[in-house]
């Protein structure tokens, strides 16, 4: 349960941090989106550098579904366990928007009617899923003490060389659907970027990730 709990209260305490800095970034950036999308970057980072390290040695510190999909392709998670990481992190992500709502007096329930779509957005998740887990996937392999600052350093770097700031994440993408800020995502337009993280996912675990002889519960 310690690794259920860990997936849940990380990928909520991830969705705040990520809410969170935007509403603080827009509110402090007198309409300046660039300083905006660095406040949020920065804090998004730094949160998630801090969740991996500390949450890390618990469940794996995946508070992502494809993350997830690719470690059970490698043996790492059985099925049973895969499916309740996914149940953690969508309910988490979700947790994390309303709590942060909350925390700034707006209305819990909300609807972004920010659009995010098109080809070269969709292209754009594309790759930031494929960068995100090639660099877990090499750091896990080649650096595992430093995957943490590795992640947190790409996500930082995404959300400015993207033209859809990196979500690379289909929990991310569902829970900004339900925040109508700085952050947030057209419900209409989620389709778009979870297709292409799962594209990008069944890439990486059907090409690049073989699965090891034993499971490992993280």
């Known amino acids: 349960m310690k690794s259920y709990a860990a997936?849940?209260?990380?990928?909520?305490?991830?969705?705040?941090?990520?809410a969170g800095?935007?509403?603080?970034g827009e509110t402090l950036s007198n309409g300046n989106a660039a300083v905006a999308l660095?406040?949020?970057?920065i804090a998004t980072g730094a949160g998630l550098y801090?969740?991996?390290?500390?949450?890390?040695?618990?469940?794996?510190?995946?508070?992502?579904?494809?993350?997830?999909?690719?470690?059970?392709?490698?043996?790492?998670?059985?099925l049973n366990k895969l499916l309740a990481y996914w149940a953690c992190q969508f309910s988490?992500?979700?947790?994390?928007?309303?709590?942060?709502?909350?925390m700034f007096g707006l209305a819990i329930l909300q609807e972004s009617i920010k659009v995010r779509t098109g080809v070269g957005i969709w292209v754009s998740e594309l790759i930031s899923t494929l960068v995100l887990l090639s660099v877990i996937r090499i750091g896990d392999q080649a650096a595992k003490d430093k995957v943490p600052m590795l992640v947190a350093l790409t996500v930082t770097a995404g959300y400015w060389f993207t033209s859809s700031t990196f979500f690379a994440n289909p929990a991310v993408a569902v829970a900004r659907s339900l925040t109508n800020t700085f952050v947030g995502i057209a419900p209409a337009d989620v389709l778009g970027f979870v297709s292409a993280e799962l594209i990008?996912?069944?890439?990486?675990?059907?090409?690049f990730c073989k699965a090891s002889k034993s499971i490992h519960q993280r």
């Open 7 to 18: 997936e849940f209260f990380g990928t909520a305490l991830l969705l705040t941090i990520v």
């Open 21 to 24: 800095s935007g509403i603080m």
């Open 38 to 41: 660095l406040g949020n970057s």
């Open 50 to 78: 801090v969740l991996i390290v500390l949450l890390g040695p618990i469940s794996g510190a995946h508070f992502n579904p494809v993350v997830s999909l690719m470690f059970w392709k490698l043996g790492h998670l059985n």
């Open 92 to 102: 988490g992500a979700i947790a994390g928007i309303w709590v942060t709502h909350l």
């Open 200 to 207: 990008a996912a069944l890439v990486m675990v059907m090409l």
